[in-house]
């Protein structure tokens, strides 16, 4: 397992599950699609609609596309 990176900050959270631990497949609050208090990520950066991320429990690390902010839209 890898250590969390140093610049993980609870304070930067995104709610996104986590593709390797799946940790929030049988959560309540997680299914209704609510914030939830135990299956958050670091955010670590972004990068436009990109989101880096580290699962606390498994320490994964993955780029997710959010498809929100910048770059998010395509020319009509």
């Known amino acids: ?40 990520r670091y955010l670590l950066s972004n990068k436009g609609s990109v989101l880096h991320l580290q699962c606390p429990n498994c320490t994964h690390l993955w780029a997710w596309e959010s498809e929100f902010g910048a770059g998010s839209r395509t020319a009509s």
């Open 1 to 40: 397992m890898i250590p969390l990176d140093p610049t993980a900050d609870i304070g930067r959270r995104a709610w996104v599950p986590c593709p390797r631990c799946h940790d929030h497949r049988d959560c309540t609050s997680c299914l209704d699609g609510r914030t939830c208090r135990d299956h958050w």
